[in-house]
């Protein structure tokens, strides 16, 4: 149990570090319509997560050996990093997108639950699948949730 703590405190801690330090790259690569440099974050959540995954490897099932490792940290970075780039619009939404810093906490919050559906611990995995589902469902239903996204891809990927 205190292996899978740690490991969904590494995989949180990465997710805070890159929204804290590299989400700006977001920001960049709407505004110039390059969506190359959405990358560099993305790439280096998924060597954080696969490095919680390494210092944690019999926490998850996925995270045992080194290739099944890969799978997991692409099964926590893709989905996080599309729902974590909604989570501004939910924050908004639920008005605490407020709270400066403390937001970036909120930010990485995909990441955790994420990680807590692919733990070896069935309380704690349906305890996250529950807490997933209702936040997709926030980001979906919500008008600023979707919104968030939407604006994001519009942006980045729109042609010239």
Do not use: K
């Not at 990358?39 to 959540?45: D, S």
């Not at 926590?76 to 974590?84: K, Y």
């Not at 995995?125 to 600023?144: E, F, G, Q």
């Amino acid at each position: 149990m205190r292996l899978i703590i740690w490991q969904l405190a590494g995989v949180w801690l990465a997710g805070t570090i890159v929204a804290a330090f590299a989400s700006w790259l977001f920001v960049v690569a709407a505004f110039l319509g390059a969506p190359v440099l959405a990358l560099p974050p993305v790439l280096l959540m998924f060597g954080l997560v696969y490095l919680a995954g390494l210092l944690t490897a019999d926490a998850s099932p996925l995270s045992a050996s080194a290739v099944r490792r890969l799978l997991w940290a692409f099964l926590i970075t893709v989905p996080g990093v599309l729902l974590g780039i909604a989570m501004p619009g939910v924050l908004d939404a639920l008005h605490i997108g407020q709270l400066g810093l403390g937001s970036v906490l909120l930010l990485s919050l995909p990441f955790l639950l994420i990680t807590g559906t692919l733990v070896a611990n069935w309380p704690i995995r349906l305890a996250a699948i529950a807490l997933l589902v209702a936040l997709i469902c926030i980001a979906i239903w919500l008008p600023s949730g979707s919104d968030s996204f939407t604006t994001f891809w519009h942006y980045t990927f729109r042609q010239h």
